[in-house]
């Protein structure tokens, strides 16, 4: 799955968002709204993770 599909389908790939990374409230799922750049901040904020390895994580959005 790419972005773009992410992104289409945001409202129901939200849950598994949610299940891989537990620390991301729903009211920041709803500031990302399936954009990438959104989530890699929100992922940097609550867990701390460096721009890099969270960029690695971009070929795989829902698989995390």
């Known amino acids: 799955m790419n972005w773009d599909q992410v992104e289409g389908?945001?409202?129901?790939?939200?849950?598994k968002f949610t299940e891989q990374w537990g620390k991301l409230?729903?009211?920041?799922?709803?500031?990302?709204?399936g954009k990438r750049d959104q989530l890699l901040i929100k992922l940097q904020e609550k867990y701390g993770f460096k721009r890099e390895p969270v960029e690695e994580m971009d070929e795989r959005p829902v698989r995390w």
């Open 9 to 15: 389908n945001w409202k129901q790939l939200k849950g």
């Open 25 to 33: 409230t729903n009211d920041d799922l709803d500031v990302v709204a």
